[in-house]
């Protein structure tokens, strides 16, 4: 895998004592609809989650397609209400905020869609999409009509985008210019983190890292931060600071993104890891495929969710739902039988007492 982007400072820094956002314990369930509702079991997509995002660093969460991902995406940004748990702006839960700072909080947090086209009105040229979050933020700050289009000139010039284009519609252009609409629409309300959902999915391979790229100068020239969501584990490793893996609705393993992929302690991490494919042609991969189907959300396993596929799993993975442990430099994971070992947390020293020219 190639070397990631990097960003302004990662969240083993300074940045990690004063999070921007800050989730504990969050939850997300979904009823099933119909006349026997009640009946059926709810969807656990998101179950029990910790997660913080520093300011101006990168963290990425990865996990195969229906584990979870892209919901706690969308809780982050504020387009689903969890079921349960905090959601924390500044270390401010955003559930007892008042209705005018909801609003203005939800300037700070911005997304980046997966489709490109789908996520841009067809019916507007580029200049009215860039433009209509800044003229619901004008409203309330003031801002003239001038200034918006200076502002949505400005945009188009920091993404890639030439002012001759901002006539067009979205049809007219690329993948790749409408992922660049998307991100100046995402910025224009100077917002502290985006997230973004498989942002670069749907684009050529040729495409993609010129994306990457913008993305990666953008957040040093804002000091954004950024959630990325992503099943590419190639994209993560190049663009992230931190990683967490999901599977069924929790976090399996996090850390560092280096130390992640060096020292996987997850079997679902090394799984995924393995699985992804050698530039060399001919070349197979490293290690066993995951065997099976992910399981249904609405009746996961018991104890560790993953033991249905895990080719370590023992009796007691059936019993105990596993923790996350502690394998260093912020690194953890939650496996009763890891492929690395874990630290050995000690007793807590006693505390030393100052000597007689020490006391205040």
């Known amino acids: 895998m190639t070397e990631r982007a990097g960003a302004p400072q990662t969240a083993e820094g300074p940045l990690a004592e004063a999070p921007l956002v800050g989730l504990s314990g969050v939850t997300k369930y979904y009823r ?3 006349l026997w509702s009640r009946s059926v079991p709810p969807v656990q997509a998101v179950a029990g989650v910790d997660l913080t995002i520093p300011a101006g660093s990168t963290v990425g969460i990865v996990g195969e397609s229906g584990c979870g991902k892209s919901t706690l995406g969308r809780i982050v940004v504020g387009l689903e209400r969890p079921t349960g748990g905090e ?7 955003l559930a007892t905020m008042s209705r005018a700072d909801r609003r203005t909080a939800r300037y700070e947090v911005q997304m ?4 490109p086209y789908a996520a841009l009105n067809p019916r507007l040229s580029l200049d009215r999409i860039i433009s209509e979050p800044l003229q619901a933020k004008g409203h309330r700050a003031g801002l003239a009509r001038s200034g918006r289009q200076a502002r949505v000139r400005q945009l188009a010039g920091e993404v890639g985008l030439a002012t001759s284009q901002l006539d067009r519609y979205p049809h007219e252009l690329s993948g790749g210019q409408r992922q660049r609409v998307g991100l100046a629409r995402a910025l224009a309300t100077s917002p502290a983190l985006i997230v973004a959902d ?4 749907a684009l050529d391979v040729s495409v993609r890292s010129q994306i990457l790229n913008l993305m990666a100068e953008l957040q040093r020239e804002h000091q954004l931060a950024y959630l990325m969501v992503s099943h590419d584990l190639t994209v993560v490793h190049y663009f992230a600071d931190q990683v967490a893996v999901m599977y069924l609705g929790t976090f399996v393993e996090t850390g560092p993104a280096e130390e992640l992929f060096r020292r996987p302690a997850h079997h679902y991490t090394r799984a995924l890891i393995d699985a992804v494919p050698e530039p060399v042609a001919g070349q197979t991969a490293r290690g ?7 399981p249904s959300a ?20 059936a019993e105990e739902v596993p923790v996350l442990r502690s394998f260093g430099d912020g690194h953890r994971a ?6 690395i070992e874990p630290m050995v947390e000690g007793p807590a020293e006693p505390p030393v007492e100052p000597g007689p020219g020490e006391r205040g």
């Open 334 to 339: 939650a496996c009763h039988f890891p492929l």
């Open 288 to 294: 066993t495929a995951i065997r099976g189907e992910l």
């Open 32 to 34: 099933a609809g119909g």
């Open 298 to 317: 609405s009746a996961p396993p018991s104890g560790c969710r993953f033991r249905t596929r895990c080719p370590a799993a023992q009796d007691r993975c």
């Open 198 to 201: 498989e942002p670069v999915s």
């Open 87 to 93: 959601v924390r702006l500044h270390g401010t839960q």
């Open 112 to 115: 980046m869609f997966q489709d």
